[in-house]
């Protein structure tokens, strides 16, 4: 009976994991197929040991939104959407290019939206994804902006508190009744908004300068969203599949076709933001 058992379960197994398909794996240290790249976003070398090329989102220039969409467009019950990224900034750089030389800026963002693959929003606090251009799209967004911070005006008034960089969801619809992202505020699950859920990075992660992070953001049919976090550097390898944000949403926010896509944005404060990998599969799988 016990053999019976371990057979049947061995089999439930495998056919849930056939049951789950990869849509899109792509390395981008070998290039972009199946992404079409919009404004400042491109393929180069970032000029850094252990990595050749990198889809560079914003280049620690001023004033720079770089998008990218997936030539995929699908309607889909769960999906895992998960990308390796990092986020650098330099203050000579700063120096050089006349931006805030104390603070980066301004984040990135993982997106599910129904666009056409030349969309692009808002630059700076926006995202690439605020402002109006983009009418529909639910995300998860990586802040690195004080003023889109945690804490009060005092904290938000400097990256001395570290309470900078959070991570949180975003739910924008033609319904949404405050559509804009805003200093300290945050949206709800129930009316939708910007920075839901808003949390910062768990203790002994560091994501300004703190290396190559897997980012896997999960979307179940029940409305529930999640993210995971995985170090892939020696400095950060402590930081193995730690459950970062978690929100039940009242409905599933995916029902529609979209396309997944990256944005980074910067305005007067700048940072590089660069990814290496980006994968795509439905129906959501567990953390990797």
């Not at 000029?47 to 001023?62: C, I, R």
């Not at 926006?126 to 990586?142: K, S, T």
């Not at 975003?170 to 319904?175: A, G, Y």
């Not at 897997?214 to 550097?233: C, F, H, I, K, P």
Request: net charge negative.
């Amino acid at each position: 009976m016990v053999r019976k058992f371990l057979a049947v379960a061995a089999l439930a197994f495998s056919v849930g994991i056939a049951s789950a398909e990869t849509l899109l794996d792509t390395d981008f240290t070998k290039g972009s197929t199946g992404w079409v790249l919009n404004g400042n976003a491109q393929l180069l070398d970032p000029m850094t040991a252990g990595v050749a090329q990198v889809l560079s989102l914003t280049q620690h220039e001023g004033s720079q939104t770089g998008v990218a969409w997936t030539e995929l467009q699908r309607q889909v019950p769960s999906f895992s959407f998960i990308a390796e990224a990092r986020i650098r900034w330099d203050q000579a750089k700063a120096t050089e290019v006349g931006s805030d030389t104390s603070c980066p800026a301004d984040g990135m963002a993982m997106v599910f939206a129904p666009v056409a693959t030349d969309a692009v929003g808002g630059g700076g606090g926006a995202l690439g994804l605020f402002g109006g251009a983009i009418e529909r799209f639910v995300a998860f967004e990586i802040n690195t902006w004080r003023g889109q911070g945690l804490g009060d005006e005092t904290e938000r008034g400097a990256c001395t508190s570290g309470k900078h960089e959070t991570f949180a969801f975003d739910l924008i619809t033609p319904e949404t009744e405050d559509q804009a992202r805003t200093d300290g505020v945050q949206g709800t699950p129930e009316k939708g908004g910007a920075k839901i859920g808003q949390v910062g990075p768990p203790s002994g992660a560091k994501i300004v300068n703190g290396g190559l992070y897997r980012y896997q953001w999960n979307v179940a049919e029940d409305g529930t969203m999640s993210v995971y976090l995985t170090g892939l550097e020696d400095a950060n390898k402590a930081v193995q599949k730690v459950k970062v944000l978690e929100v039940k949403f009242p409905s599933s926010p995916i029902g529609f076709e979209g396309r997944w896509g990256l944005t980074g944005a910067t305005g007067g404060a700048t940072q590089y933001t660069e990814v290496t990998r980006a994968r795509i599969d439905s129906p959501m799988i567990e953390p990797i």
